[in-house]
């Protein structure tokens, strides 16, 4: 299973050719950050940072870092035109106010009815939510990137998560390491799957019953370096 995954990478290629032209996008700390790299040619993405940035670019390159200029997971940025800064409770406007298209979130558990746990794993974990509750609730599409499995092989992708939740029915497409998952009903609807995986296969190692609805297409993506 390990040896026909789809690197991490190669993951927030998948999510990020989801994205419209012009969506104002947040991305969540880790793994998310990644999605900036991808915008597929002829769009641009706003992408959006809680803690006052609007309109970020890729990293820059090693030791070019200006670090007065940075996002939320405090990693260095660079800025496009017309990109705005703004004052964090602004930032956090934006988010409650509906502003925001697209929030792409990491995750321990996705429940199949949209559940969301991605801040704290039992007794370890940071010690707050931090705007992920905001976000879950306040952007117009919900959507995580995430491993298929633990690094133990436990299912990801779950019938009702176990650790504290980060919102309540909120997610409607997971992309993982495996398959691309849609969340419609409170059940979990297979769209992609990786070509050599077969769908019992994918059902093994997913912790809620995989519905079938049309055609399940080929999860492909770019050798990325």
Not at 14 to 30: C, T
Not at 69 to 97: E, Q, W, Y
Not at 111 to 116: F, H, I, P, V
Not at 122 to 128: E, F
Request: net charge negative.
């Amino acid at each position: 299973m390990k040896s026909m995954k789809l690197a991490n990478a190669q993951i927030a290629w998948r999510a990020a050719q989801d994205i419209e032209d012009g969506a104002y996008v947040n991305l969540g700390i880790g793994l998310p950050e990644m999605v900036a790299r991808f915008q597929p040619e002829g769009r641009e993405a706003v992408f959006h940072t809680e803690n006052g940035v609007l309109g970020f670019g890729e990293a820059p390159p090693a030791g070019d870092e200006d670090w007065d200029l940075i996002n939320a997971g405090k990693k260095a940025i660079t800025l496009k035109p017309g990109a705005a800064f703004f004052h964090h409770a602004d930032s956090f406007a934006m988010v409650r106010g509906g502003h925001l298209d697209v929030a792409i979130l990491g995750a321990f558990q996705v429940a199949e009815n949209g559940d969301l746990a991605n801040w704290r794993l039992g007794s370890k974990g940071v010690p707050a939510v931090g705007g992920a509750m905001d976000l879950v609730h306040g952007a117009k599409r919900v959507a995580v990137i995430t491993d298929h499995t633990t690094k133990d092989g436990k299912p990801k992708l779950v019938a009702r998560c176990a650790f504290p939740l980060t919102g309540v029915g909120c997610v409607t497409r997971v992309y993982t390491s495996l398959a691309v998952v849609d969340i419609e009903d409170n059940q979990f609807v297979l769209r992609e799957k990786l070509p050599g995986l077969s769908f019992d296969e994918l059902q093994a190692c997913t912790g809620a019953e995989l519905k079938v609805r049309g055609d399940i297409a080929e999860l492909t993506a770019p050798e990325i370096g």
